[in-house]
């Protein structure tokens, strides 16, 4: 299901521009437009799901898939574990940041992070 409003699934549609790293039959990734750090990419499945809230047990291959792709795609921009490393994001309602309503996970790296986050 796509949505016509979702500016998420519009991307996936090509019918707006983006940055993309990395496309599959599940998900895509491509460069956050206001990146907060060096490297800060979204991994975006193609199924509009409007939140973490809304992925049921039933899509838990798709959330793994989401995961896998985060760390792939991680790697492939040089975060290794061994090196900077890099944090995954996943915002979960307009209260802690959450801005556009399609499930989507940052990868964020390349300067120091502090913990816990802002
Ligand atoms: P969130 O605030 O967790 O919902 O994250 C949404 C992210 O989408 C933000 O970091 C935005 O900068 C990013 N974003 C919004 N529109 C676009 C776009 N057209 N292309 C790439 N990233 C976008």
Known sequence: MTQADCIFCRIIAGELPSRMVHQD???VAFHDINPQAPVHILVVPREHVASLDEATFERRELLGH??????RVANAEGLT???SGYRTVINT???VG???FHLHLHVLGGRPMSWPPG
């Open 25 to 27: 039959e599940v998900c």
């Open 66 to 71: 989401l995961l896998l792709t985060a760390a």
């Open 81 to 83: 574990r061994k090196s």
């Open 93 to 95: 309602g307009a209260g």
């Open 98 to 100: 959450q801005s556009v």
